[in-house]
């Protein structure tokens, strides 16, 4: 239910801006021009092109010949640890020599992705709820690129570490609003079953191939070895589930590497003379990392990249072959050590997806277009698309999404005034926005580790309730509440008393999922305090990539004060707040922002509206001497221009 509740939240999706600009197509994202950057001490950010012209649109010679590659929950310090293990030394996978690198962002209109959405959206080119497979926000569906591939005329193969009926090939094969809509899963990809298809899941298919004639249906290694086609689809079905991680498949395991199912695929698709698109999935990378088995995400990694090798090394100058990640997993980190065992020394913050950027890795034709360039996730179908239909490429549609990115939440209200105090952490502007789905908040700064950035609300300016009335939380539990609850304020605005507070500890994720004792959307006033238990209200936020720091080093989009583009960007749903709908008589908002250590005993002496000495808060009291004031009405929509007050 929260999940269609999220999904509610946002604005549709509008016909897409005009394309034909000659300025360099970018996502809506703010980004013109900008390249990639990861925020990563490990990787360094690609060398800026000095070019800012849209790059050709190379013809093809010959029928299209794709291969996309999916990393299930990849990110860059996943790829830098495969070659660790591997080779002993980062950036020396298979696919890190290919001639184009750039980045992908991953938010879905959600938030933070799950493979579903963000599977659909390189499927499809749109961006989707999570959850949803092949549809957009209105369950409508959508054409994938493997059914614009067999309108085509060519062949299609999905290859897969994963049940065939997981999320991200299940985003290229169905249209179903849940991704756990197994049987209706199961159901479309009987009706337009590509012409290969490989992975496990033996047991969700065994009473749909009862006496079923229609596949050539393979179990084993040794049957996959010794196909020969007979013109019916192949269906090799190699596990009850998911096929074992590599670190833990035994010497007598039946079932077939990424690489030999990689080769198999390619030995059937090749022979079309129209062309073929072959989705390949790493899958296990992500499991590993929700598992926090750093052993397996390395042995994963480096069986993905071995499977790209297989690709590369049958390639052509016109064979597209493209490598990325659905989305980052874990919020995985190298240490820098050596385990006894002499595999990577890794750490995770977190068993869950993240905001991540991951990398994109490319060659042949259209290409081009990732190289030095922070894209969104839709890219690839564009991309993929031109050359199916050997058409120019277009610039996506990008609807507004929660992912750090705030210059789609409205103009600034409010810049900074001093330098932080704290070199890891900056408060440099703020916007607001609202509408019927709920009030959008942009926070342009940077954020790290110890800190904790906290946006207070008062939703009845002028009444004198809520935290600030009396400097007390009724019912302080977890880590977010340590540092609400040890947070001093010294009210100077008549009338002021926050009811709500969202808070990140070490800029956490915040999603359906996440909602915990470190971040979220906490009521601190009437009627939202439960004195029991933790009062949480749905919300969703997101870190941009860059302005997180990471593993002990500073963000990477730091700027003078003020300066700094993107951040964090909060969403708080009208219905989170309001279930039983709005007060008739709208609303008095006012919004107050400050970073304070962990323990809420240290607090940054950047406030936004800013404080009006360079020295203060720092320790002891924050004087709150103004907000940022808004109304709106019943419904949710502004009434007035946002306006720092007094």
């Known amino acids: 239910m929260l999940l269609f509740l999220l999904s509610c939240t946002r604005a549709p999706e509008t016909t897409p801006k005009d394309s034909t600009s000659d300025s360099t197509p970018t996502a809506e994202t703010g980004h013109t021009g900008e390249t990639a950057h990861t925020g990563e001490s490990t990787h360094s950010d690609p060398p800026d092109s000095g070019d800012d012209s849209d790059p050709p649109d190379t013809g093809l010679d010959g029928p299209p010949r794709i291969v996309l590659f999916i990393g299930d929950g990849m990110g ?23 001639p184009h690198q750039g980045n992908l962002q991953t938010a879905s209109v959600t938030g933070t992705t799950d493979s579903a959405a963000s599977g659909t959206a390189m499927a499809t080119g749109t961006k989707t709820v999570n959850g949803f497979l092949g549809v957009d926000q209105a369950h409508q569906d959508l054409e994938s690129l493997s ?88 269906l090799g079905l190699f596990a009850g589930g998911e096929l074992e991680y590599k670190l833990f498949k035994p010497d007598d395991s039946t079932e077939p590497t990424l690489a030999e199912m990689t080769t198999a695929a390619l030995d059937l698709l090749e022979d079309d003379t129209d062309g073929y698109f072959l989705m390949v999935e790493g899958a296990r990378i992500d499991h590993a990392s929700h598992g926090q088995m750093p052993d397996a995400v390395h042995f994963e990694t480096s069986e993905f990249a071995k499977a790209v090798q297989v ?9 597209v072959i493209v490598v990325t990640a659905d989305h ?106 609202s509408d019927g789905a709920g009030m959008r908040i942009g926070l342009d700064g940077v954020y790290g580790p110890g ?41 100077q605005v008549e009338g002021l008393g926050f009811d709500l507070a969202v808070g990140a500890l070490n800029a956490s994720p915040v999603d359906f999922v996440t909602m915990d004792e470190s971040a979220g959307l906490r009521g601190v006033g009437d009627p939202w305090v439960n004195p029991n238990d933790l009062y949480w209200l749905f919300t969703t936020t997101a870190f941009d990539y860059g302005n997180i720091g990471r593993h002990g080093n ?23 707040i309001y279930p039983d709908g709005m007060p008739a008589t709208g609303l008095e908002v006012g919004l107050f922002a400050v970073v304070v250590d962990n323990s809420g005993t240290d607090v940054s002496n950047q406030t936004l509206p800013a404080a009006t000495s360079a020295t203060a808060p720092g320790v002891g009291a924050v004087v709150v001497e103004q907000v940022v004031h808004l109304t709106v009405d019943s419904t949710g929509v502004m009434t007035s221009t946002p306006a720092v007050y007094p």
């Open 328 to 433: 980052e997993c874990g919020g995985m980190y190298l240490d820098g050590n050596t385990t006894e065992e002499g595999y990577p020394g890794t750490l995770f913050h977190w068993g869950l997806h993240t905001n991540d950027d991951v990398g994109v890795w490319a060659q042949g034709p259209r290409t081009q277009w990732f190289h030095e360039e922070r894209r969104q996730n839709v890219w690839v179908h564009t991309v993929l698309a031109s050359v199916i239909e050997d058409e120019v490429v277009d610039e996506p549609y990008v609807p507004p999404l929660i992912d750090g990115a705030t210059d789609d939440v409205g103009s600034v209200i409010t810049t900074q005034s001093w330098t932080t105090s704290h070199s890891d952490n900056q408060l440099d502007a703020l916007r607001v926005g």
């Open 554 to 576: 500073s963000p990477t989009d730091a700027g003078s004060a003020g300066t700094t583009e993107n951040g964090w960007e909060i969403l708080i749903p009208w219905h989170s």
């Open 147 to 234: 059914e614009l591939a067999r309108a085509r005329g060519m062949s299609v193969g999905i290859v897969t570490t994963d049940k065939i009926t997981g999320a991200t090939p299940s985003a290229f094969t169905a249209h179903r609003d849940s991704r756990g809509d197994i049987d209706g899963i199961i159901e479309d990809i009987f009706a337009t079953p590509p012409e290969i298809l490989l992975g496990g899941g033996q047991s969700q298919l065994a009473d749909a191939l009862v006496d079923n004639e229609d596949f050539q249906v393979l179990s084993t290694a040794d049957d996959l070895a010794s196909l020969v086609p007979d013109g019916r689809p192949v």
């Open 76 to 98: 860059f310090e996943h790829v830098a640890g495969g070659g660790l293990l591997d080779n002993g030394a980062k950036g020396t996978l298979s696919f890190e020599s290919m």
């Open 311 to 319: 690709a590369m090394d049958r390639a052509d100058e016109d064979t």
């Open 451 to 491: 800190m904790t950035p906290l946006l207070l609300i008062d939703v009845d300016l002028g009444e004198g309730t809520g935290l600030a009335s009396d400097n007390t939380l009724a019912d302080p539990t977890g880590e977010l509440d340590l540092a609400l609850s040890a947070l001093t304020l010294d009210v």
